[in-house]
């Protein structure tokens, strides 16, 4: 009987090690399965390092400086220490540094800012240029039209320029990339006297009659004054404009008005010569598709 026992002894212990051997063996195919799995769906191309790789580049900053939608924050990329030694190469200590914030017209002003633009100047300035004084530093604000580009996390909006500190007042004409401002005196609808501004008048109203080509007259006032009085006094100052080039043979049905009062300045409110920068007519063409 004892003989017995221990056969069965033995064939039962050799069935529980077949049984664990089994397992062991299953469990390790199964891991590997779901792995080989998970990284078929995860890396269609079977190359998943190619695919990380391909994200990163589309998350790199291209630019020197850029910035995101709706964002003030000043993103620096590869070439930025590049950037930064070029506009310092141009202070002689005897000019002003202008730092100009872009921004679109759906990116609404963060607190305590004017407008996005003049918050991008501004975090410029306290990131990069912290040891300039406040008289060698002008901020300033541009509007883009339209939204920020849909195809691209990253865009460039700043622009720079050394002037000398008494060139405080721009000129009364000044061109853009896409629009030209003409300036005004306060509270007046006349704009200031400027050959500039008459020869840039005649051939745009030469142009359009020829072209059949639209204007779009934008009036613009500095903070003095009720929001209602500034919106009013913005759209006298294109209509103003409207005349000049009507008085010059443009179609009044060419010429589109608009005012946006004292809500998009250009330059600070805090000084005469800021105020007067924002007293202007933005007149842009609107080119035939």
């Known amino acids: 009987m004892s003989s017995i026992t221990y056969q069965k002894s033995n064939l039962m212990t050799?069935?529980?090690?077949?049984?664990?051997?089994v397992w062991l063996l299953y469990t390790v195919l199964l891991i590997r399965f779901c792995a080989d799995d998970y990284a078929a769906d995860c890396c269609a191309t079977g190359d998943e390092s190619a695919i990380d790789s391909a994200t990163s580049e589309k998350a790199i900053n291209p630019y020197p400086l850029a910035f995101q939608g709706n964002d003030a924050t000043?993103?620096?990329?590869?070439?930025?220490?590049?950037?930064?030694?070029?506009?310092?190469?141009?202070n002689n200590d005897d000019n002003a540094l202008v730092i100009t914030g872009y921004y679109y017209d759906s990116e609404a002003a963060p607190s305590a800012a004017e407008t996005m633009g003049f918050a991008r100047a501004e975090n410029i300035r306290q990131r990069f240029f912290p040891d300039l004084s406040a008289e060698q530093v002008r901020l300033r604000s541009r509007r883009r039209t339209g939204d920020p580009p849909a195809d691209e996390p990253y865009f460039e909006a700043a622009g720079f320029a050394w002037e000398p500190p008494e060139a405080t007042v721009d000129g009364t004409l000044e061109v853009l990339d896409d629009s030209i401002l003409t300036r005004f005196p306060y509270n007046s609808v006349q704009q200031d006297y400027d050959a500039e501004v008459e020869e840039y008048?005649?051939?745009?109203?030469?142009?359009?009659?020829?072209?059949?080509?639209?204007?779009?007259?934008?009036?613009?006032?500095?903070?003095?004054?009720?929001?209602?009085?500034?919106?009013?006094?913005?759209?006298?100052r294109a209509q103003a404009t409207r005349g000049l080039l009507v008085e010059k043979g443009v179609p009044p049905a060419q010429i589109d008005l608009a005012s946006r009062g004292e809500t998009d300045p250009v330059d600070t409110n805090a000084t005469e010569a800021g105020r007067h920068n924002n007293r202007r007519v933005e007149i842009r063409l609107l080119k035939n598709q």
């Open 14 to 21: 050799t069935t529980r090690w077949i049984i664990l051997i």
């Open 201 to 236: 008048l005649e051939k745009l109203a030469e142009r359009v009659q020829k072209t059949g080509e639209r204007i779009r007259l934008t009036g613009h006032t500095d903070n003095v004054g009720s929001n209602a009085y500034n919106e009013d006094l913005g759209m006298r």
């Open 74 to 90: 000043p993103i620096p990329g590869q070439q930025i220490d590049s950037l930064i030694e070029a506009i310092n190469s141009g």
